[in-house]
């Protein structure tokens, strides 16, 4: 039987998070520079988009560029804008015909203004698409996420608007980035890194994690199928006994 069809589609992670790791490794393996190792990056970009949607994944979020790395080398960072910026004009048809809508979560003030004019110019030509969700973070850091939340919350206790009393999960939620989706079900990390490097901590509370060696831009479909059929022979307690769940 193939991967494909020993894949249990009743029991999907509804979101799926990616770490893309190890660009710079594949770069180097084969005596490219690292920002070669980007490019090809985007490459298994598109064919996990078009993987998840294709299985039925109605959440899929992407770490495609952290707080932290502003502090890469400038020419990194200025190419990895500029591949953001093509890969969406490139890219917009794909997700239309495949009824993917883009969001993106972080600190998308930060973002040069041509890349966050054109990253909203696609969320806006998407919006009502439906098969699928695909979340971009961009310039994202969780504790940043949660200092702003912090800092929100705050602010409306001191104008107010809400008392301390009210403030529950929900309520913290709700002032993330990531208010529109659901918590994390299965996150992978490629290139046999095993952290979670600033990386959704509050919506990976129950998150499978699964870790890969197999760097990026070699990331193929069946790499996908085989963390989805890994997630699927796990037993997810949420804190209760094996018998509980039976
Ligand atoms: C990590 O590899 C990867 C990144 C910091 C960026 C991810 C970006 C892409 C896959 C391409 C652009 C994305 C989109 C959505 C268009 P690394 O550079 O840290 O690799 P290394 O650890 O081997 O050095």
Redo the contacts with the bound molecule.
Sequence with gaps: MSKLDRIDKAKLPKHLAV??????????KHGLF?TK???S??K??KEIVEGAAELGIPFLT?????TE?WN?PKL?VQT?MK??V???KK?VETLQKNNIRLGAIGALNDLPSKARAELNEVIEATKDNERMTLT?A?SYGSREEITKTIKEISSKVKNNIISIEEIDEDVINKHLYTLNLPDVDLLIRT?G?QRISNFLLWQIAYAELYFTEV???DFRKEHLLEAILNYQNRERRFGKTSEQLN
Excluded: C, Q
């Excluded at 770490?19 to 180097?28: P, Q, T, V």
């Excluded at 992407?62 to 952290?66: G, Q, R, T």
């Design positions: 770490i893309m790791d190890g660009n710079g490794r594949w770069a180097k690292r190792g980007h490019e990056g985007t298994a970009v992407l770490y495609a560029f952290s790395n890469r990194e990895l591949l953001l093509s890969s969406l890219e971009l961009l290139s890194e760097l990026w831009p």
